[in-house]
């Protein structure tokens, strides 16, 4: 579900508060709206992403974390420490030996 380049950083950009389409394309430099909206597309069908359009002129998209993908975050988080922790373990074991 979260394979690629952009999956996870989408998921961490969206985890603090609901973001517009724009919002999440400046966040994440390099990423073209192209992919971006193919992204969240592929996020929204497996359950991660929710998109929520306003009723109002002009129209407004925000997209959020489901429970599923505030989980998930949570899980990705957690094993982003475990490999700076790791990474920090071999790091002292390449420097003393």
């Not at 380049?5 to 950009?13: C, N, R, Y």
């Not at 971006?36 to 929204?44: N, T």
């Not at 009723?55 to 982003?80: K, W």
Request: glycine share 6%; net charge neutral.
């Amino acid at each position: 579900m979260i394979r690629g380049k952009w999956k996870p950083t989408i998921i961490w950009e969206v985890h603090e508060k609901p973001l517009r389409f724009r919002e999440l394309a400046r966040r994440i430099p390099g990423i073209t709206e192209k992919v971006l909206f193919e992204q969240l597309r592929e996020l929204e069908a497996d359950g991660i992403i929710h998109r929520q359009v306003f009723d109002e002129l002009p129209a407004r998209v925000e997209y959020s974390l489901t429970e599923a993908g505030a989980a998930l975050n949570e899980a990705v988080h957690s094993l982003a420490e475990w490999g700076a922790a790791h990474g920090a373990v071999r790091s002292c074991r390449s420097l003393s030996a």
